[in-house]
C-alpha cells in the first residue's frame, strides 16, 4: 500500500478560504476560537481528524486524499444535534473501557460517523412513518 503524506494544514486554509466564509464564522462551526482557526492555518496549532470531518462535511469539501469519484458523492448537511448525541455515546462507552481497549481518535471517529448514520437512519425512518 502506498503512503499518501497530506498537508492538513494547507488543507484547511485551501478549504476555508474557497468557501469564502471568515475565521469566526468556521470556529463557530468547530467549537473553537477564532484565533484557534487563525493558528490552524497558519500551521501554528493541529487540526484533529474529527475537526477536519466536520469542517469537509460542512464545507462540502473532499477530505486530503479523496478521489474525484468520492468527491462527486452526495454530502448531506451534517446535523450537529445528532452528530454530538453519536459523540457522546462513543465517548462515554469508550471511557469505560480498560486503558489498553481503548479506541484512538480515528477509531472514536469511526465509530461516531457509524452511530451517527444509525440516528441518520432511524430519524428518516421516524418520520416517514409518522408520514
Known amino acids: 500500500m502506498r503512503e499518501i503524506e497530506i498537508n492538513v494544514t494547507a488543507w484547511a486554509d485551501t478549504a476555508i478560504a474557497a468557501s469564502g466564509r471568515k475565521n469566526k464564522e468556521i470556529a463557530e462551526i468547530l467549537d473553537l476560537s477564532p ?3 487563525s493558528r490552524i492555518r497558519k500551521g501554528e496549532q493541529a487540526l484533529s481528524a474529527e475537526h477536519m ?3 469537509s462535511r460542512e464545507l462540502k469539501t473532499p477530505l486530503p486524499g479523496e478521489t474525484d469519484r468520492e468527491e462527486s458523492r ?12 453519536a459523540l457522546d455515546h462513543v465517548v462515554k462507552d469508550n471511557s469505560r473501557r480498560p486503558p489498553e481497549d481503548r479506541m484512538n481518535q480515528f477509531e ?4 461516531v460517523f457509524f452511530v451517527y448514520e444509525a ?10 412513518g409518522s408520514a
Do not use: F, P
Request: glycine letters at 4%.
Open 35 to 37: 484565533a484557534s482557526i
Open 53 to 55: 470531518l466536520v469542517l
Open 74 to 85: 452526495d454530502r448531506r448537511d451534517l446535523d450537529r444535534g445528532l452528530y454530538l448525541k
Open 108 to 111: 472514536i471517529l469511526d465509530s
Open 119 to 128: 440516528l441518520i437512519k432511524i430519524n428518516s425512518t421516524e418520520q416517514n
